[in-house]
T-cell receptor
Framework: NAGVTQTPKFRILKIGQSMTLQCTQD?????MYWYRQDPGMGLKLIYY???????DKGEVPNGYNVSRSTTEDFPLRLELAAPSQTSVYFC???????????FGQGTRLTVV | QKEVEQNSGPLSVPEGAIASLNCTYS??????FFWYRQYSGKSPELIMF????GDKEDGRFTAQLNKASQYVSLLIRDSQPSDSATYLC?????????????FGKGTHLIIQP
């Protein structure tokens, strides 16, 4: 089982560039999440989705956008990258709201 | 304000001893609680989850929940060097939205051989 797959694993962006972080899961989970983790900090929720076609903001959504056209895919879009977006990004999915979250392997993004 | 508090450590424990990790949360109505282990440079992986007051045991791990005190802990018995990692406490909040889990900053645990 692949679980939650994220691409790319590493990326360096210049200030002002844009990119999309890809996330796909094969567990047929309705709930999907994007978190960012800064050094020495816990994970902060960026966006989440409860099903295809439904997305909502988390704690730190500014500078990001998401879409959920299928159950499997939940891409995260960064527009006009800023140094403050340097972080490790984790995609996760869960069966339900009360269920454990399964994480992808993470994307380490550096904005210079 | 949704808050999950953990002592960041590092917490240093001799090999073979019991490691005790603690977590407090701000919302008395929280329903589900999770402990994740995260090795450096890796993604979080679930260790334990607990929904009801009391203790829940799984091998060397025991999760303890006290909803009245808004307190959840993780005990690791017979600590091994491979247990050295950051342990993240996560809480799921009540309410209608999915919202995801709110994570503490994590406790860095070091098991000394």
């Amino acid at each position: 089982n692949a679980g939650v797959t994220q691409t790319p694993k590493f990326r360096i962006l210049k200030i002002g560039q844009s990119m999309t972080l890809q996330c796909t899961q094969d567990m047929n989970h309705n709930y999907m999440y994007w978190y960012r983790q800064d050094p020495g900090m816990g994970l902060k929720l960026i966006y989440y989705s409860v099903g295809a076609g439904i997305t909502d903001k988390g704690e730190v959504p500014n500078g990001y956008n998401v879409s959920r056209s299928t159950t499997e895919d939940f891409p995260l879009r960064l527009e006009l990258a800023a140094p403050s977006q340097t972080s490790v990004y984790f995609c996760a999915s869960s069966y339900g709201k009360e269920s454990e979250a399964f994480f992808g392997q993470g994307t380490r993004l550096t904005v210079v | 304000q949704k808050e999950v508090e953990q002592n960041s450590g590092p917490l240093s424990v001799p090999e073979g001893a019991i490691a005790s990790l603690n977590c407090t949360y701000s919302d008395r109505g929280s329903q589900s609680f999770f402990w994740y282990r995260q090795y450096s440079g890796k993604s979080p992986e679930l260790i334990m989850f607990i929904y009801s007051n009391g203790d829940k045991e799984d091998g060397r791990f025991t999760a303890q929940l006290n909803k009245a005190s808004q307190y959840v802990s993780l005990l690791i018995r017979d600590s091994q060097p491979s247990d050295s990692a950051t342990y993240l406490c996560a809480v799921n909040w009540p309410g209608g939205g999915a919202d995801g889990l709110t994570f503490g900053k994590g406790t860095h645990l070091i098991i000394q051989p």
